[in-house]
């Protein structure tokens, strides 16, 4: 277990639906990332927030949008879905001064 | 524009030999190097890693070994149990950027 928890696992949504994806970091991270992994891809960096800010965009579509609040657990918006979001998308943390990041068990998104 | 490849997909290895899985690298401002490992429907888990001042990280059966010259590093498991059959990336990142640059991955397969 690596502490960091991800909200749902499974999700099945139609096209043009918007969903939200929740994390909970580590107990005192900072830092929040979110990676997406499609069929047959490596991880894709999606958005990295710490202590709330915005620090890094990586290959995130417009649709795309994401947060994180003052308790630090951070939300992914994704909006007018398509089948080719279905993916599973991961949550990581990490401690302010670490280089070391921790995955979630990631939500797996079904567009249908 | 991969930054981080994983140029095998698979490997194959007999139960108590090496695994040397490799990844080699672009970008020469790299200075922090990790290995992962992920097993199906997980998120990935950290292993091991390795900074740029050192060549060699030992721990238990995992050793990486960091080739600055030639952009390279790689993970030796030995000896390779049944359990380490999964998939592993190896990531990478820049000073003070903690957003970490993943492979493909080389999925492993142990056998008996």
């Known amino acids: 277990d690596s502490g960091v928890t991800q909200t749902p696992k499974h999700l099945i949504t139609a096209t043009g639906q918007r969903v939200t994806l929740r994390c909970s970091p580590r107990?005192?991270?900072?830092?929040v990332y979110w990676y997406q992994q499609s069929l047959d891809q490596g991880l894709q960096f999606l958005i990295h927030?710490?202590?709330?800010?915005?620090?890094a965009k990586g290959n995130i579509l417009e649709r795309f949008s994401a947060q994180q609040f003052p308790d630090l657990h951070s939300e992914l918006n994704l909006s007018s879905l398509e089948l080719g979001d279905s993916a599973l998308y991961f949550c990581?943390?990490?401690?302010?001064?670490?280089?070391?990041?921790?995955f979630g068990e990631g939500s797996w998104l079904t567009v249908v | 524009d991969q930054q981080v490849k994983q140029n095998s997909p698979s490997l194959s290895v007999q139960e108590g030999r090496i695994s040397i899985l490799n990844c080699d690298y672009t970008?020469?401002?790299?200075?922090?190097f990790l290995w992962y490992k992920k097993y199906p429907a997980e998120g990935p888990t950290f292993l091991i890693s390795?900074?740029?001042?050192?060549d060699k990280n030992e721990d238990g059966r995992f050793t990486v070994f960091l080739n600055k010259s030639a952009k390279h590093l790689s993970l030796h498991i030995v000896p390779s149990q049944p359990g380490d059959s999964a998939v592993y990336f190896c990531?990478?990142?820049?000073?003070?950027?903690?957003?970490?640059?993943f492979g493909a991955g080389t999925t492993v397969t142990v056998r008996a």
């Open positions: 990581a943390s990490s401690a302010y001064s670490g280089n070391t990041i921790y």
């Open positions: 107990s005192g991270d900072l830092s």
């Open positions: 927030y710490y202590n709330g800010e915005e620090r």
């Open positions: 970008n020469s401002m790299f200075d922090y």
């Open positions: 390795i900074s740029s001042i050192k």
């Open positions: 990531a990478a990142s820049v000073p003070g950027d903690y957003k970490l640059s």
